[in-house]
């Protein structure tokens, strides 16, 4: 199993931006296809972006497409989300997670042995 930490979550104006970040520790996160949902109040958590173990590939939920950028570092077992032009529906509780599955362009939560805790994203209008 890895241990998933979530960082860098806040409160933003639209049209801001945040970068979120996921420290991975207990086994090399380079092992694990890597990803992020989000959870909105009301809502069912959905897929907005996954990273594949090398980083040579990337994918999206098509609602933050050119938005959102997901990257990883594997020599220091960190996976960032980096977010741009910010909408208040961006609002949600954004989770971490790692899969050993093959990577594949519509991953779903089931895909995902481990999640982090969450952080919570705030955009106000």
């Known amino acids: 199993q890895v241990q998933l930490v979530e960082s860098g979550g806040g409160l933003v104006q639209a049209g801001g931006s945040l970068r979120l970040s996921c420290a991975a520790a207990?086994?090399?996160?380079?092992?694990?296809?890597m990803g992020w949902f989000r959870q909105a109040p009301g809502k069912e958590r959905e897929f907005v972006a996954a990273?594949?173990?090398?980083?040579?590939?990337?994918t999206y939920a098509d609602s933050v497409k050119g938005q959102f950028t997901i990257s990883r570092d594997n020599t220091k077992n960190t996976v960032t989300l980096q977010m741009n032009s910010l909408k208040p529906e961006d609002t949600a509780v954004y989770y971490c997670?790692?899969?050993?599955?093959?990577?594949?362009?519509?991953?779903?939560?089931?895909?995902?042995?481990?999640w982090g805790q969450g952080t919570q994203v705030t955009v106000s209008s």
């Open positions: 990273i594949s173990r090398s980083g040579g590939r990337t």
């Open positions: 207990g086994r090399t996160s380079s092992m694990y296809v």
């Open positions: 997670a790692s899969g050993l599955h093959v990577f594949k362009n519509e991953p779903v939560d089931a895909d995902f042995g481990s």
